[in-house]
């Protein structure tokens, strides 16, 4: 009985190899990302905290949850059926399911204070002190809502009718209760489930609607400006003919100001256009000095002007940028979007697993493997906030160059 058994285990783990590589990736890849965003937030990042605050909260919440579900996973693709201690079984899921749903729920507490920074600015917002609360309230909930996974998982004995082959694995129990407390259990947790992807859902397509009309708002009116800067460069002065050139013109007087190199101006005023006015503005004080005071008068005139537009047609050629609020709203959508996507099949294997008790052992080999992937594809959401960090959040984008010198922007 116990080669039999071994065998069976064997026969089991080495189709979930795959699996357990991939599980090995999430947990490299989770600790030393979520490790870098706490670092950098924490450390290098701290003119912004209070903007910035749930970043490094949520990193550390999904570096605990990588690193207790990987190996919570990685056990059971190594010990399918031969899981028999009870107590790690019922720790680990228990641990597992806190973890997972204070992610879920911070995720919800961010959404509802992005939603507040955005389409709601003029009104309350959370501090440094309610933003605490926050965090204490759902770590509570998330305990509250696990405990029964002492009573509801655990090791189980599972059957081989083949070769009459008894085994052990870490799932739900029923216990010495009827089936109907199990279930009560899980629709409570699915109902929970629900509410979270329902809230995360309005509360992002609230700031995206916002978003989008400030976006176009912003485009239009840099197709005004665009516009606007035509038609100032398309009616020129008749008597400026030179002007566009350079900020003072040749006066043809002996006392007058050398004249300026037309090009070197030019570039000053693209590198910095601020800084090359009030130069101009100077050397038209130094040309006033030894020239008329007629020609004097009309060079500071047509400088002081030419300068405004230089300011104003640099401004309106940049255009409005993205604020750094809309930015980070962007990022936790995006978060947000991976969250559903990564938790879906979870919640769908963990409802029919329910109804069928032997489901995984009734699996043919050639379904177990991509199951099982589809089952702990939720600890990807735990492992790519960092990836999304570096490629919208230009600051920590920045800062992790930093770290690293031999890599190149």
Same mark, same amino acid.
């Given at each position: 009985?116990?080669?039999?058994?071994?065998?069976?285990?064997?026969?089991?783990?080495?189709?979930?190899?795959?699996?357990?590589?991939?599980?090995?990736?999430?947990?490299?890849?989770?600790?030393?990302?979520?490790?870098?965003?706490?670092?950098?937030?924490?450390? %290098?990042?701290?003119?912004?905290?209070?903007?910035?605050?749930?970043?490094?909260?949520?990193?550390?919440?999904?570096?605990?949850?990588?690193?207790?579900?990987?190996? =919570?996973?990685?056990?059971?693709?190594?010990?399918?059926?031969?899981?028999?201690?009870?107590?790690?079984?019922?720790?680990?899921?228990?641990?597992?399911?806190?973890?997972?749903?204070?992610?879920?729920?911070?995720?919800?507490?961010?959404?509802?204070?992005?939603?507040?920074?955005?389409?709601?600015?003029?009104?309350?917002?959370?501090?440094? =002190?309610?933003?605490?609360?926050?965090?204490?309230?759902?770590?509570?909930?998330?305990?509250?809502?696990?405990?029964?996974?002492?009573?509801?998982?655990?090791?189980?004995?599972?059957?081989?009718?083949?070769?009459?082959?008894?085994?052990?694995?870490?799932?739900? $129990?029923?216990?010495?209760?009827?089936?109907?407390?199990?279930?009560?259990?899980?629709?409570?947790?699915?109902?929970?489930?629900?509410?979270?992807?329902?809230?995360?859902? $309005?509360? #992002?397509?609230?700031?995206?609607?916002? $978003? =989008?009309?400030?976006?176009?708002?912003?485009?239009?009116?840099?197709?005004?400006?665009?516009?606007?800067?035509?038609?100032?460069?398309?009616?020129?002065?008749?008597?400026?003919?030179?002007?566009?050139?350079?900020?003072?013109?040749? $006066?043809?007087?002996?006392?007058?100001?050398?004249?300026?190199?037309?090009?070197?101006?030019?570039?000053?005023?693209?590198?910095?256009?601020?800084?090359?006015?009030?130069?101009?503005?100077?050397?038209?004080?130094?040309?006033?000095?030894?020239?008329?005071?007629?020609?004097?008068?009309?060079?500071?005139?047509?400088?002081?002007?030419?300068?405004?537009?230089?300011?104003?047609?640099?401004? %309106?050629?940049?255009?409005?940028?993205?604020?750094?609020?809309?930015?980070?709203?962007?990022?936790?959508?995006?978060?947000?979007?991976? =969250?559903?996507?990564?938790?879906?099949?979870?919640?769908?294997?963990?409802?029919?697993?329910?109804?069928?008790?032997?489901?995984?052992?009734?699996?043919?080999?050639?379904?177990?493997?991509?199951? %099982?992937?589809? #089952?702990?594809?939720?600890?990807?959401?735990?492992?790519?906030?960092?990836?999304? #960090?570096?490629?919208?959040?230009?600051?920590?984008?920045?800062?992790?160059?930093?770290?690293?010198?031999?890599?190149?922007?």
């Amino acid at each position: 009985m116990a080669n039999q058994l071994e065998d069976w285990n064997d026969e089991l783990s080495q189709i979930l190899v795959p699996d357990s590589v991939i599980l090995m990736i999430y947990l490299v890849v989770g600790v030393l990302g979520n490790s870098i965003v706490i670092y950098i937030h924490t450390v %290098r990042l701290q003119s912004n905290r209070e903007e910035r605050f749930f970043i490094p909260v949520l990193a550390v919440v999904d570096l605990i949850s990588c690193v207790v579900s990987t190996a =919570f996973s990685f056990s059971i693709n190594m010990l399918p059926v031969k899981y028999n201690n009870d107590s790690a079984c019922k720790i680990m899921f228990f641990l597992n399911m806190t973890c997972s749903l204070m992610a879920a729920l911070m995720l919800v507490v961010i959404a509802m204070h992005r939603h507040r920074k955005i389409c709601k600015p003029f009104s309350k917002q959370l501090n440094m =002190f309610w933003k605490k609360i926050a965090i204490v309230c759902i770590a509570g909930v998330s305990l509250v809502i696990s405990w029964p996974c002492f009573l509801f998982y655990g090791s189980k004995e599972v059957y081989k009718e083949e070769s009459l082959t008894i085994g052990y694995r870490c799932t739900n $129990v029923r216990g010495p209760w009827s089936t109907v407390q199990p279930l009560v259990f899980k629709a409570a947790v699915m109902l929970l489930v629900a509410f979270i992807l329902v809230s995360l859902v $309005v509360f #992002y397509v609230l700031i995206g609607i916002v $978003v =989008f009309r400030q976006m176009r708002f912003h485009k239009k009116q840099g197709i005004a400006y665009g516009a606007s800067d035509d038609r100032s460069q398309n009616t020129k002065s008749p008597n400026s003919n030179s002007g566009d050139s350079s900020y003072v013109t040749e $006066v043809p007087d002996k006392n007058s100001a050398p004249k300026i190199d037309t090009q070197k101006s030019s570039e000053a005023d693209i590198s910095s256009p601020i800084d090359n006015n009030a130069k101009s503005l100077n050397m038209v004080s130094d040309s006033d000095q030894k020239s008329s005071s007629n020609i004097g008068h009309n060079q500071r005139r047509s400088t002081t002007c030419k300068s405004a537009l230089t300011i104003d047609h640099t401004t %309106r050629n940049t255009g409005p940028s993205m604020t750094p609020g809309v930015r980070l709203s962007l990022i936790f959508m995006l978060i947000t979007l991976v =969250f559903i996507v990564c938790y879906v099949p979870k919640v769908g294997l963990m409802i029919y697993e329910s109804r069928n008790e032997n489901f995984w052992i009734e699996l043919p080999p050639s379904e177990l493997s991509g199951f %099982r992937f589809l #089952y702990t594809a939720f600890i990807i959401n735990n492992i790519v906030n960092p990836i999304i #960090y570096g490629f919208l959040d230009r600051r920590f984008r920045d800062e992790v160059y930093g770290l690293c010198p031999c890599v190149k922007k």
